[in-house]
Nanobody, 116 residues
Framework: QVQLVESGGGLVQPGGSLRLSCAASGSIWRIGAMGWYRQAPGKPRELVAAITNGGSTSYADSVKGRFTISRDNAKNTVYLQMDSLKPEDTAVYYC??????????WGQGTQVTVSS
């Protein structure tokens, strides 16, 4: 089992920044890729950014150049630095861990609200 705990969400003005953290515990040696997803009201959950165990990253087109995903394997933590935030970035952000065996684990989510 893998447990994920997100933190760092909150209310920020347009153009502002936030950094989300996702701390993993449990069977962490099983974890391969990790990612951040988000879900806005009335919309499906979407991939925001992902990072492999080797550090390769990918981003949704809507956040390229504004968001940065990183991973500290020593701390078993993945981060999402979000800059130049827009109102359309408002959503619940979820962390996901994928194991080499093909299992997926999700965190509880953290609310990000971008509003003036």
């Amino acid at each position: 089992q893998v447990q994920l705990v997100e933190s760092g969400g909150g209310l920020v003005q347009p153009g502002g920044s936030l950094r989300l953290s996702c701390a993993a515990s449990g069977s962490i040696w099983r974890i391969g890729a990790m990612g951040w997803y988000r879900q806005a009201p009335g919309k499906p959950r979407e991939l925001v950014a992902a990072i492999t165990n080797g550090g390769s990253t990918s981003y949704a087109d809507s956040v390229k150049g504004r968001f940065t995903i990183s991973r500290d394997n020593a701390k078993n933590t993945v981060y999402l630095q979000m800059d130049s935030l827009k109102p359309e970035d408002t959503a619940v952000y979820y962390c996901k861990a994928s194991t080499y065996q093909g299992y997926e684990y999700w965190g509880q989510g953290t609310q990000v609200t971008v509003s003036s």
